[in-house]
């Protein structure tokens, strides 16, 4: 009887299983042929098939907060990850002068990644707080943070490789992590780093299911997280 090469080799890709002597014959299927059940079958359809930046993961839906006209898809682990987070969107409506998004990142990224994602983001329509332009002068910093955190109907962890070194120090991301995990209205953007690096340091936040950069472009993150917080009709 052949031998499965697995423990050698791996099976990760569709031509490692066709290599493989006791494996190629039994009609295994690559992941993106899997077809989804759908547990949120009134929040999104299926559209055109489309791909990651990577060419990993299919994207071939769109949410029922998505336009019909938007540009980006999704994956049903995206959707599943994010209908919660506009459920709480929809249910802020009703408070006025609040934020659509507060970004947490480390310091070190305010100049960088974290200010690309902000300048992205305003450009789509999206109010964000940030600390770079929200903290002024002479204003306690740990006390704006707590005001902003307040007045954001979701918040946004920027993950980076700063930020995972950052967090043991137990400084500000910290604590502005710690009141964002304790509400459902948490998203991390994971960029430059993995969710196994990040699960070395916040178990919690890993388990959090949300956008990657590694998957698709920072400019396509920023377009779902305005479909995301846009309470306007879609059509």
Same mark, same amino acid.
């Given at each position: 009887?052949?031998?499965?090469?697995?423990?050698?080799? #791996?099976?990760?890709?569709?031509?490692?299983? %066709?290599?493989?002597?006791?494996?190629?014959?039994? #009609?295994?299927?690559? +992941? !993106?042929?899997?077809? +989804? /059940? !759908?547990?949120?079958?009134? !929040?999104?359809? *299926?559209?055109?098939? /489309?791909?990651? &930046?990577?060419?990993? $993961?299919?994207? /071939?839906?769109?949410?029922?907060?998505?336009?019909?006209?938007?540009?980006?898809?999704?994956?049903?682990?995206?959707?599943?990850?994010?209908?919660?987070?506009?459920?709480?969107?929809?249910?802020?409506?009703?408070?006025?002068?609040?934020?659509?998004?507060?970004?947490?990142?480390?310091? %070190?990224? &305010?100049? #960088?990644?974290?200010?690309?994602?902000?300048?992205?983001?305003?450009?789509?329509?999206?109010?964000?707080?940030?600390?770079?332009? %929200?903290?002024?002068?002479?204003?306690?910093? *740990? &006390?704006?943070? %707590?005001?902003?955190?307040?007045?954001?109907?979701?918040?946004?962890?920027?993950?980076?490789?700063?930020?995972?070194?950052?967090?043991?120090?137990?400084?500000?991301?910290?604590?502005?992590?710690?009141?964002?995990?304790?509400?459902?209205?948490?998203?991390?953007?994971?960029?430059?780093? $993995? +969710?196994?690096?990040?699960?070395?340091?916040?178990?919690?936040?890993?388990?959090?299911?949300?956008?990657?950069?590694?998957?698709?472009?920072?400019?396509?993150?920023?377009?779902?997280?305005?479909?995301?917080? !846009?309470?306007?009709?879609?059509?």
């Amino acid at each position: 009887m052949s031998r499965c090469t697995a423990p050698r080799y #791996g099976h990760r890709t569709q031509s490692g299983r %066709d290599a493989c002597p006791a494996c190629s014959s039994r #009609g295994y299927r690559s +992941y !993106n042929s899997y077809s +989804y /059940s !759908n547990p949120y079958s009134s !929040n999104y359809s *299926m559209g055109s098939s /489309s791909s990651g &930046r990577s060419g990993r $993961t299919s994207r /071939s839906i769109k949410p029922r907060w998505s336009r019909a006209s938007s540009p980006v898809f999704y994956t049903a682990s995206e959707v599943q990850a994010l209908t919660p987070i506009r459920q709480t969107v929809e249910k802020l409506a009703v408070l006025p002068d609040l934020r659509d998004v507060f970004l947490c990142h480390a310091w %070190d990224d &305010r100049q #960088g990644i974290a200010k690309q994602l902000h300048d992205l983001l305003e450009s789509n329509g999206v109010s964000v707080w940030f600390s770079e332009k %929200d903290v002024t002068l002479g204003v306690p910093l *740990m &006390r704006a943070i %707590d005001k902003g955190l307040a007045n954001s109907r979701i918040g946004l962890v920027l993950v980076t490789p700063a930020l995972i070194k950052r967090l043991p120090q137990e400084g500000i991301a910290d604590k502005e992590l710690s009141a964002l995990l304790a509400r459902d209205q948490l998203v991390p953007i994971v960029h430059d780093t $993995t +969710y196994e690096a990040l699960r070395e340091i916040s178990p919690l936040l890993a388990s959090r299911t949300g956008l990657s950069t590694a998957e698709e472009t920072v400019a396509d993150i920023a377009t779902k997280l305005a479909e995301l917080v !846009n309470l306007e009709p879609s059509c």
